[in-house]
């Protein structure tokens, strides 16, 4: 055995918490399963959101603009019903000068892409099958930035021209159709066109796949008879969450009505602010409960060590580096339980990532640690252990040496 | 010759300030020269401890003047007297006090750890050294809790010398030996100090060790009773 090669701090640090073996184990052990519990249920709250929010922007635009509502204010001279807002019967109307507010949306800060949509019902039929669709006309190129439809194509490819038309899977089912076949489309206004599906896609969602036909625009304009015109235009975000923002200016802008995904899903939203507010909730408890369990057994600690505490003092060292020796082991059980709690939530999520699975049989969440989320609660772990440490600490570096030897 | 420890009117009061203050030291005046062998006796309570406590900068006296090679010691702070008490004084106590959670080389090097921060080779090999002397080769990677006493004792004894300081307090070192491993120990103590010129003061209640010393202080009820020179 070589003479100790650490700091003198660290050497008795060190050295006391070897010799409080029970102790240092069960401390560890609680700081162990304390950031462990954090991380994994960081990790698991971040990852269901994030898929949530996912699934609900994967068919979805992060905001869509779309003509004034036109709106009859029942008894206008009625105070007391001014509140009662009625919408006129569903007509379909195209956004004035769209294409100005196309430029307008483009020319926004943080929009990635913006694009025209022509869409309106519309009944697909085949044989003696009849389907309530919703025709969608849009320019491949641009609205493959709002919906990811590339990835979701099973057969062919997301491209539309002439009378050529994309379906969803479920549609195809129903009609018994596939890539090849043609399908009778009529809108509610009496014109009809006979389709050629090129493509059919899986958005992961059965009621869009029941009802989107995508078209060329210029053939749902004719189709719903919106000449020349657009019924929506949808735009993406650089960060889903400046949605609501970018939405009010362009509001503001435009004089449309301008909806985010922000308020279309306005309850979602509000649960999972509830589910961070209680993961928030839970975190605060472990940290206390962790910091307390640290704080009490380097108190015991301390009193256990008086003798050689005092020993020490008698040798030549500073009551500043007695109380760095006990801060230096709360910092030490932090660190360590942080890295083996860590450890302990990257296997959790091996465990229970197996284990949950989805309908389809794929995992409800991925096994990944977040760097961010596993560096944060060591840096926590490691800050709550010296500040936990700092009662004991004071008290060690305030005890009498000479009390300790006369015993 | 120079004097390692000077005392003047030096007052030792315990429950300053509350009804049961009592005054343990009462005006005590001494000197030790440097390199001096000296003998601390009295009966139990008579002050001994407190007084060697006192020296070793452990803790305040409540008035006179103390001070340790040549520096008075009233108006320094806390970490002044750490300083200088790591620098000068070696302890060795009546129940050994070693670290038990070391080994005896690291016992030993504990001091020179202290004041360097980190074990150094030079302190190993002086330490190591020192553990020969004291008769413990082969002992030094034992934890200090598998020592016999009297080892244990060697291994203060060797601790206490390892920085070399100009002033070993003893206080009754070999208390709880028996006769025959306490006449080693104190010998050990005897030899360094011809050795090295390290002055010691030491508390002992045996008068035959007393009777070898090159001086004898008696304390009686906090006061120096009778002071003989060999
Ligand atoms: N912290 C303290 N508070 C109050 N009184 C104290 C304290 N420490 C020591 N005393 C008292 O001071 C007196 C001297 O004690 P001290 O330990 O110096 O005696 P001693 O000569 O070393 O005795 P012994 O030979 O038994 O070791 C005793 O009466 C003791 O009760
Ligand atoms: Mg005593």
């Known amino acids: 055995m070589a003479r100790p090669k650490l700091p003198f701090e660290f050497l008795v640090a060190l050295r006391f918490l070897r010799e409080g073996r029970m102790q240092t184990a069960l401390i560890l052990l609680g700081v162990t399963g304390g ?64 294409e100005a507010m196309v430029k307008l949306a483009e020319a926004q800060p943080r ?44 057969r062919g490819t997301f491209h539309v021209e002439g009378t050529n038309a994309i379906i969803g899977i479920e549609l195809a089912k129903d009609l018994g159709v596939t890539v090849g076949d043609k399908v009778f489309v009529r809108a509610a206004g009496g014109r009809d066109e006979l389709l050629q599906i090129t493509g059919l896609f899986d958005i992961g969602n059965k009621d869009l796949n029941r009802r989107w036909v995508f078209t060329t625009m210029k053939l749902a304009q004719s189709l719903l008879d919106l000449p020349g015109g657009v019924s929506n235009i949808d735009i993406t975000v650089t960060d889903i969450f400046d949605a ?29 602010r509830n589910q961070t507010v209680s993961n928030n909730l839970i975190r605060s408890f472990v940290i206390v409960i962790v910091a307390l369990g640290i704080s009490s057994v380097l108190v015991v600690s301390v009193v256990q060590k008086q003798k ?96 300790a030897i006369r015993a | 010759m120079t004097a ?4 003047r009117g030096l007052r030792k009061s315990y429950g300053v300030g509350t009804p049961v203050e009592t005054e343990v030291l009462h005006g005590i005046d001494i000197e030790l020269a440097e390199g001096e062998f000296c003998a601390l006796i009295g009966p139990s309570g008579s002050g001994k401890s407190t007084l060697l406590n006192l020296i070793g900068l452990l ?70 050294d020192l553990l020969l002397r004291v008769g413990l080769k082969g002992h030094e990677h034992k934890k200090a809790n598998q020592l016999s006493g009297g080892q244990q004792q060697r291994v203060a004894i060797a601790r206490a010398l390892s920085r070399s300081p100009r002033l070993i307090l003893a206080d009754e070192p070999t208390g709880n030996l028996d006769t025959h ?25 045996d008068p035959r060790l007393a009777a070898r010393c090159d001086r004898r202080i008696e304390l009686v009820d906090g006061r120096v009773a009778h002071v003989s020179s060999a």
């Open chain 1, 35 to 98: 950031v462990a519990v954090i991380v994994f249920l960081s990790q698991l709250i971040s990852q269901l959101q994030a898929t949530i929010i996912d699934r609900v922007l994967g068919s979805q635009a992060h905001v869509v603009m779309r003509p004034l509502e036109e709106a009859n204010q029942r008894a206008l001279n009625d105070p007391a019903s001014i509140a009662v807002i009625e919408p006129r019967a569903q007509r379909l109307r195209s956004i004035d000068q769209w």
């Open chain 1, 111 to 154: 929009v990635v892409a913006v694009s025209p949509v022509v869409s309106g019902p519309a009944f697909a039929l085949r044989g003696r099958a009849s389907k309530s669709v919703a025709l969608m006309g849009v320019d491949a190129d641009r609205y493959r930035r709002i919906v990811k439809m590339d990835g979701y194509m099973t």
């Open chain 1, 244 to 272: 609501q923002d970018v939405s009010e200016r362009l509001q503001a802008g435009s004089g449309l009505t301008v909806d985010s995904w922000m308020t279309t899903n306005s309850q979602l939203l509000a649960a999972l």
């Open chain 1, 308 to 403: 050689e505490i005092g020993i020490l003092r008698a040798m030549g060292t500073s009551s500043n580096r007695i109380m760095g020796i006990f801060l230096l082991q709360g910092g030490l059980v932090g660190f360590t339980g942080a890295l083996a709690g860590v450890g302990l939530a990257w296997g959790l999520l091996q465990f229970f990532s197996s284990v949950y699975r989805t309908g389809d049989g794929a995992p409800l969440f991925q096994p990944q640690l977040d760097t961010g989320i596993a560096l944060s609660a060591a840096l926590i772990a490691l800050v709550v252990g010296v500040l936990a440490a700092l009662i004991p600490a004071r008290r060690a570096a305030k005890m009498d040496p000479v009390q």
């Open chain 2, 4 to 7: 390692i420890v000077s005392l």
């Open chain 2, 59 to 128: 803790e305040r006296p409540t008035s006179g003047d103390l001070a340790i090679a040549g520096s008075e010691t009233a108006g320094l702070k806390e970490q002044a007297l750490t300083v200088l008490r790591g620098r000068h004084i070696g302890f060795v106590f009546q129940f050994h006090h070693l670290l038990p959670a070391f080994t005896a080389l690291e016992n030993v090097m504990m001091p020179s750890i202290i004041e360097q921060g980190v074990a150094t080779a030079d302190a190993e090999a002086i330490s190591r």
């Open chain 2, 181 to 205: 491993t306490a006449d080693d120990i104190f010998a050990l103590l005897r030899e360094f100090n011809r050795e090295r010129g390290s002055a010691c003061l030491i508390v002992t209640h």
